[in-house]
């Protein structure tokens, strides 16, 4: 076969790489947290007119209290599910070890730095998931582990009022806000970019709800997991 | 016989000239020689029930309307002695717009008849009062003047005249202690209450309505000047707005505390009165109201703070760090961005040429 069109048809030909059960749990992931982040940032922002554009888009204030807390259900829901997963299920659990930060992260993120500089000439060759996504999913877990611990302290402030004293249920307030600020602040700038707005993907990646990747693109950001597959005569 | 009654009516004139308060000569004097100079002068309203007549002319001539006549106001009076008890005359005879007398005018009666005092007097109650109650009848004073019962200094008291519960549980605080110690600038009733536009606090309109109150407080409690010789912090209001408590009052959720949720209202006392409801061992059940769980936790932490500020502590930390960490973020992204892109424009162009 010509080159082109072999470079046709590995372009053309998908797997699915990222499948339903991570597809379901982050669609419920991303619909929770884009409603957290809405309501969040119309509290936040509830002086300007952007702000107040949003609360009477979510119905008013104290809807927009309901919506923070139905949609703070439905991500706990999905944390809990996904903690299922890891744990009891033999595909989540392998897809969680592959997961796990490793020096050799460290390293590719450092290379991939450098060849942005031009000062390697290689870019490193990265598996399944690499540094992008392990420090995202990383980033996220420990940003939702801090948004549950600080929003149950202050939804359920009547019964922490027995516990804590008050300086925690303002420090709560103030790590709820920030770390919210610094959610938005990496789904826009990184996820998003790294996901969709980057030269390739713009102006969306639809791996995200079918879960396919070409040939193409696998070979050339995952190099390690192509070459695993091709060995594997998966491909 | 004729000579008699002319030396009579020059004792009478010469005993009446040397009375204090008006001459023979003062156009007022036949109501008071005839009459209402007398102390004793009084009548019956009800069996065993006497109204004073009696005017002190004096005071009366120290009032604002010192060059009136008697009958400018008792119009009605058109021979003296009258032969009828004059009608009851009112403020408006005078004040009110296009008035050819010069009586000033002012928006203040329009505002007294929505009142909550004006809603009552229309009501027919016989306790509400009207002008005349706080302002008085014949000593009518500017509230310039140090005697007049709408002096600042005197509001309480005539507030009280009526409201005495209220007023003995005012003295004791923080504002009536103040006021008592002659400091004028704390607050009398009509700061918060008003005077002429005083309205019950369910009433949107009124200042001490849940959303109004802490802008009515803050109409001292924000002035630099004011608090900082007093010794008062100067934040509380912004902080409260800020607050749970105040973002929730400002969307209109009224079962949110307020002010004086926290601080009672009539006797504000400092957090350093063991009888305050803000002392700290007072907290505990002060925030109960509303909270069942409080305990002694929640005196365990400042109070009005904003997380910018560094009187907040450890809020004003934990502020700093995310705000840092924001921006450092912020730049190391961009940073990255740029760098992926740089790096995928020299990878396409080398490709190009190789």
């Known amino acids: 076969m010509p080159n082109e069109q072999m470079q046709e048809l590995r372009e053309a030909r998908t797997i699915e790489r990222i499948n339903l059960q991570l597809r379901v749990q982050h669609f419920a992931l991303m619909v929770s947290v884009t409603l957290l982040i809405l309501t969040g940032l119309a509290l936040l922002y509830r002086d300007s007119a952007f702000g107040r554009l949003l609360i009477a888009l979510e119905g008013g204030f104290e809807a927009r209290g309901t919506i923070h807390r139905v949609a703070a259900g439905l991500l706990m829901a999905t944390v809990f599910y996904h903690l299922l997963y890891i744990l009891f299920s033999r595909e989540g659990h392998e897809e969680f070890m592959q997961m796990l930060l490793t020096v050799q992260d460290f390293k590719d993120y450092g290379a991939a730095l450098l060849y942005g500089l031009g000062v390697r000439a290689e870019e490193p060759q990265l598996d399944r998931y690499s540094y992008r996504e392990k420090f995202q999913y990383w980033a996220f877990a420990l940003f939702v582990v801090i948004m549950i611990v600080s929003g149950f302290i202050l939804w359920f402030h009547n019964w922490f009022f027995g516990l804590l004293p008050k300086w925690a249920f303002d420090v709560a307030l103030a790590v709820h806000s920030g770390t919210g600020t610094l959610i938005l602040l990496v789904l826009t700038l990184w996820h998003f970019y790294l996901v969709h707005l980057s030269p390739g993907r713009f102006p969306i990646d639809w791996s995200f709800w079918n879960g396919k990747i070409s040939e193409k693109r696998l070979q050339e950001e995952h190099p390690l997991e192509y070459q695993r597959l091709k060995e594997k005569g998966l491909l | ?354």
């Open chain 2, 1 to 354: 016989m004729r000579g008699i009654i002319a030396l009579w009516v020059m004792v009478g004139g010469l005993v009446l000239s040397s009375w204090p308060g008006y001459s023979q000569r003062d156009p007022n004097a036949r109501c008071l020689l005839e009459c209402h100079a007398n102390p004793e002068l009084k009548r019956e309203i009800a069996p065993g029930q006497f109204k004073s007549l009696y005017v002190d002319y004096e005071q009366f001539k120290g009032s604002v309307h010192r060059d009136k006549l008697c009958v400018d106001c008792h119009t009605d009076v058109t021979a003296i002695p009258h032969q009828r008890r004059p009608e009851q005359i009112h403020c408006l005879q005078c004040h009110y717009q296009g008035n050819v007398v010069g009586a000033p005018v002012s928006e203040r009666p329009e505002k007294y008849k929505e009142s909550a005092h004006g809603k009552a007097s229309k009501r027919g109650d016989p306790n509400a009062p009207d002008c005349k109650n706080c302002h008085t009848v014949h000593t009518v004073r500017a509230h310039t003047d140090p005697i007049s019962p709408v002096y600042r200094a005197n509001i309480p008291k005539t507030c009280g005249s009526c409201h005495i519960e209220i007023y003995t549980e005012y003295v004791e605080s923080v504002h009536g202690q103040a006021l008592r110690n002659n400091i004028l600038e704390s607050a009398v009733c009509s700061d918060c209450h008003r005077e002429h536009d005083l309205f019950p606090p369910d009433d949107p309109r009124s200042s001490l309505h849940p959303q109004n109150v802490a802008n009515t407080c803050a109409r001292c409690h924000t002035d630099v000047k004011i608090m900082e010789r007093r010794g008062v912090p100067v934040k509380q209001v912004e902080a409260f707005k800020r607050s749970f408590h105040g973002i929730a009052i400002e969307f209109g959720i009224l079962r949110s505390a307020n002010c004086i949720s926290c601080h009672d209202y009539h006797n504000i006392l400092s957090s350093r009165d063991p009888r305050s409801p803000i002392y700290p061992l007072n907290l505990a059940t002060t925030c109960g109201q509303c909270h069942p769980n409080a305990g002694q936790n929640v005196a365990r932490g400042r109070f009005h703070i904003i997380p910018s500020d560094p009187d907040a502590g450890i809020v004003f930390w934990v502020y700093e760090f995310y705000r840092w960490l924001t921006m450092v973020m912020t730049a190391g992204f961009i940073f990255y961005i740029v760098l992926d892109l740089y790096g995928r424009w020299r990878h396409a162009r080398r490709g190009a040429h190789g």
